[in-house]
Structure formats: structure tokens, C-alpha cells
């Protein structure tokens, strides 16, 4: 069983920045085995991909971020972070940490097996 807890959520007004970690925990657990993922809802709507990266770090965003976020991942820390830049209201939303174990990609929320509780963040314009 993985385990994925994320933080680094708060509120931020349009254009700031924040900073989104998820850290992986369960013995014998590499990232370097796993797909990792950044998925978003906002209230009444779909969960949705933002990002992923795969075990050679090769990384995919969904076109509405692109050039403001960027996924990484530090595999001595298992860590998993979203960098996210010029932030705007509509990315507001519930921004969840996830996982599945596989040597491919793919930014599909129903391939993802491990999910995190989820960190809040809110953009004020």
C-alpha cells in the first residue's frame, strides 16, 4: 500500500505562486517504478489531469498550464512537487497527489491506483 500526502495549499490572489508537495511513504516504495500525477477539482466539476511525470521523467501538462506549472520529482526525498506560476482564479480547486505503479504515462485519473487526501488551494482576483 502507498501512502500519498500532499501540502503546500493555501490562498494566493492572481498572478502569485505556490508550491505543492506530495510525499510517498511505504517500504520498499520508488518512485522510480511509478507514474506520479497532479489532478485538480474544483466544486461541481470533473477531477482533471494537470500534470504527469513517468519513471524517466518524462513529464506531460495539461494544456492549461503549461509554462506556468511544472511537476518534479526527488526520488531520495520521495517527494513529488507542482511548482505553479502565475496562478488564476480558475485554477482554484482541491489539487490531489497520485500514483500508479507502471513504466508508462498517461494523465487519466481512472489509471491511477494511490490517491492522496488532497491540499486546497485558492486563487483571489
Known amino acids: 500500500q502507498v501512502q500519498l500526502v500532499e501540502s503546500g495549499g493555501g490562498s494566493v490572489q492572481s498572478g502569485g505562486s505556490l508550491k505543492l508537495s506530495c510525499v510517498a511513504s511505504?517500504?520498499?516504495?520508488?518512485?522510480?517504478?511509478?507514474?506520479m500525477g497532479w489532478f485538480r477539482q474544483a466544486p461541481g466539476k470533473e477531477r482533471e489531469g494537470v500534470a504527469h511525470i513517468s519513471s524517466v521523467r518524462s513529464a506531460r501538462y495539461a494544456d492549461f498550464v503549461k509554462g506556468r506549472f511544472t511537476i518534479s520529482q526527488d526520488n531520495a526525498k520521495n517527494t513529488l512537487s507542482l511548482e505553479m506560476n502565475s496562478l488564476k482564479p480558475e485554477d482554484s480547486g482541491m489539487y490531489y497527489c497520485?500514483?500508479?505503479?507502471?513504466?508508462?504515462?498517461?494523465?487519466?485519473?481512472?489509471?491511477?491506483?494511490?490517491w492522496g487526501q488532497g491540499t486546497q488551494v485558492t486563487v483571489s482576483s
Open positions: 497520485a500514483a500508479f505503479q507502471a513504466s508508462y504515462c498517461v494523465l487519466d485519473p481512472t489509471r491511477f491506483t494511490y
Open positions: 511505504v517500504s520498499g516504495y520508488t518512485y522510480s517504478r511509478y507514474c
